[in-house]
C-alpha cells in the first residue's frame, strides 16, 4: 500500500497526530523550458536494490527539500522513483580534453531532474550521477561505482566546509549492481547540486556548430540565472572570469590540484565542478600532479591559474561567434582574457596574506610569501600543516631542515609588528583538516567491504575544517611513507 510504512508522530498543540513522511522536491524546472536541441529528454535507468548510504539533511534544508524515509529516498536518488515534478534530462556540451577538441560531449552518466530555488533565493541544479545511458554516453556504460561516488560526497563537502564554491552532495545511494571497472564494483548514484551545470563547453558546442540562435539563447539563459546585472556576452564572459578567478586561487590557497580542468569540467557559476583525480596536496610541492592520466603535468598545481585563464581564452572564443562586429568583439575579449593572470594574482595575495596572517598590503608581502614557498617545496613540508602551524613551536617540524623555517621566520615576525590580529586571521585562513589523499581512500576500502563509519566521520570532521575537534588528530596526519597515495583515478 503506498504511503504505508512512512509515518512520523508528532505534536501539534497537545494533541499527537500521525502525518506521511513522503520525500517532496519543490521543482522549478528552467533548463527544460530551452529549446530541445540543448539536451535529450531522458529517464534514469532502474537499478534492482537501491540503498541510501547518505542523505545531507543541511544541504536538503538549503534546498526546501523535505525529507522521506530510507527506502523512499534510496528510490528517489537511484532514479528508481521520480520524485513529482521531475523532468528528466541529459545535458549537451561538448569541450576541450587535455588542450584537444571534443566535438560532443554531454551528460553521458548523469541526467538532470530538475532545479530547485532554494531558501536562499538560489536556484540550484539536482542531478543524478551514475544513472544510467544516455544519448550522450558513447562507449560508457552510464553507471559509477562507489568510490568515486563516495569521494566526490566527502571531497565536495569538504570543499564547501573550506568556504570555496563547489557543487554539493545531497545524496548517496548503493544501487545493489556490480559496475566493471578494473574488476567487478558495487554500483552507486550521487546527487549532486550545483548553481548550474553551464559550463564552458555548453557555450562550445554550439560555437563549433555555428548554431548561433542557440549561442544567444544560452547567453541570455546564463546572464539571466547566474549574472542578472551583467550585460551581453562580454558582460557574462567578464564575470565567468572574474568567478573563475577568484575560484581558482580558492584552491591554490587550500593546495587543491582539480586534475581535469578540461573546459567542460569549468563551470560558469565559478564553482569547482567534477571530483574525478582531484586531490589536495600533502607535501608542498608547485609541479604536484596526482591524476594518472594527466601525463605531461598539464594540470599540475602550479599550472592551475594559467590552464584557467586558457579555459576563459576559449569561452571568448566561443560567445564571440555570436557577435555582429566581430572585429571589434576580438579586441574586448581580449582584453578581458588579459587582465585575468593579475585579477588571480590579486586573489591570491589576498589569499596567502591572511594565510600568513596578514590583514594589509606591503610592497615586501609576495616576497615574503613566495620565500616561504620555495622553502616549503626544499624542505617537503606539509602544506596544510605548516600553514597551521605558523606561530607555534612545531611550525618548523614541518622542515627537512627546521632552519631554513626559522630563517624566514625573522623576517614574517618583523612583519607582523605591522599587524594587529594575525593569529585570528590565520585560524580562519588555514584548516587544520583537508580531505587527504589516503584517508578517502581508507574511507572507499572500508566502504567497499560494507563499513560506512569513516565515511560518516570525514564528512562531520570536514564540515568545520578550521576547528579543532577531540579525537581527530589521525586525521590532521600526513600520511606515512607506506600510505602515500601516489596516482588518482577518474574512477569513469
Ligand atoms: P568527466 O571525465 O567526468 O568529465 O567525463 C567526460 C565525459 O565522459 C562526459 O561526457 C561524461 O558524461 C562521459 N562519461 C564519463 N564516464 C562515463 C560513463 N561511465 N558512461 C558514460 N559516459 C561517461
Ligand atoms: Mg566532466
Same mark, same amino acid.
Given at each position: ?250 584552491? #591554490? ?90 585579477? #588571480? ?80 586571521? #590565520? ?66
Amino acid at each position: 500500500m503506498p504511503g504505508m510504512g512512512r509515518i512520523r508522530y508528532g505534536n501539534r498543540g497537545n494533541r499527537s497526530y500521525v502525518c506521511p513522511m513522503t520525500l517532496t522536491i519543490p521543482f522549478d524546472n528552467s533548463y527544460a523550458r530551452l529549446p530541445d536541441g540543448f539536451f535529450a529528454r531522458q529517464a534514469p535507468e532502474p537499478v534492482r536494490a537501491p540503498a541510501l548510504i547518505a542523505f545531507n539533511t543541511d544541504l536538503a534544508r538549503l534546498l526546501n527539500i523535505s525529507p522521506g524515509e530510507a527506502q523512499e529516498m534510496a528510490q528517489a536518488f537511484s532514479g528508481n522513483h521520480l520524485p513529482e515534478g521531475a523532468d528528466p534530462l541529459a545535458q549537451l556540451y561538448s569541450g576541450h580534453q587535455f588542450g584537444h577538441y571534443n566535438p560532443q560531449l554531454g551528460d553521458g552518466r548523469a541526467v538532470l531532474l530538475g532545479e530547485t530555488v532554494g531558501a536562499d533565493g538560489v536556484r540550484r541544479d539536482i542531478q543524478l550521477k551514475g544513472s544510467g545511458r544516455t544519448p550522450f554516453s558513447r562507449q560508457g556504460d552510464g553507471r559509477a561505482w562507489l568510490g568515486p561516488v563516495l569521494r566526490e560526497y566527502v571531497v565536495s563537502e569538504a570543499m564547501h566546509g573550506l568556504g570555496l564554491p563547489t557543487t554539493r552532495a545531497l545524496a548517496a545511494v548503493e544501487t545493489g549492481e556490480t559496475v566493471l571497472r578494473e574488476g567487478p564494483m558495487p554500483g552507486a548514484v550521487l546527487t549532486r547540486v550545483a548553481q548550474s551545470h553551464l559550463r564552458v563547453g555548453t557555450f562550445q558546442v554550439f560555437a563549433s556548430r555555428g548554431q548561433t540562435d542557440s549561442l544567444r539563447r544560452l547567453t541570455e539563459y546564463a546572464l539571466h540565472r547566474h549574472y542578472p546585472e551583467a550585460d551581453g556576452p562580454m558582460g557574462l564572459l567578464r564575470a565567468v572570469r572574474d568567478a573563475q578567478a577568484a575560484l581558482i586561487a580558492g584552491w #591554490m590557497s587550500v593546495g587543491f590540484i582539480h586534475g581535469v580542468m578540461n573546459t567542460d569540467n569549468c563551470s560558469v557559476a565559478g564553482e569547482t565542478i567534477d571530483y574525478g583525480p582531484c586531490a589536495f596536496m600533502d607535501s608542498y610541492h608547485p609541479n604536484t600532479v596526482y591524476s594518472s592520466i594527466d601525463r605531461m603535468g598539464r594540470y599540475a598545481y602550479s599550472n592551475q591559474p594559467e590552464i584557467a585563464v586558457w579555459n576563459i581564452a576559449q569561452l571568448a572564443t566561443a560567445l564571440i561567434q555570436q557577435m555582429d562586429d566581430k572585429d571589434a568583439a576580438v579586441e574586448e575579449a581580449t582584453e578581458i582574457v588579459h587582465a585575468m593572470p593579475d585579477l #588571480m594574482q590579486r586573489h591570491w595575495l589576498d589569499r596567502f596574506r591572511a594565510k600568513i596572517g596578514l590583514t594589509s598590503a606591503e610592497q615586501d608581502d609576495l616576497q615574503l610569501i613566495s620565500d616561504l614557498l620555495a622553502r616549503m617545496a626544499q624542505n617537503q613540508a606539509d602544506f596544510t600543516n605548516t600553514f597551521r602551524a605558523l606561530g607555534t613551536e612545531t611550525a618548523r617540524d614541518q622542515f627537512t631542515d627546521p632552519q631554513a623555517f626559522d630563517a624566514w621566520e625573522d623576517g614574517w615576525k618583523a612583519r607582523l609588528q605591522r599587524e594587529a590580529s594575525a593569529l585570528s586571521v #590565520m585560524a580562519a585562513a588555514n584548516p587544520a583538516y583537508i580531505p587527504r589523499n589516503h584517508r578517502v581512500e581508507q574511507m572507499i576500502q572500508a566502504a567497499v567491504q560494507g563499513d560506512f563509519t569513516p565515511f560518516h566521520r570525514l564528512n562531520k570532521v570536514l564540515a568545520a575544517p578550521y576547528q579543532e575537534q577531540a579525537g581527530c588528530s589521525d586525521l590532521a596526519r600526513p600520511p606515512s611513507e607506506a600510505e602515500v597515495v601516489h596516482a588518482t583515478f577518474c574512477g569513469t
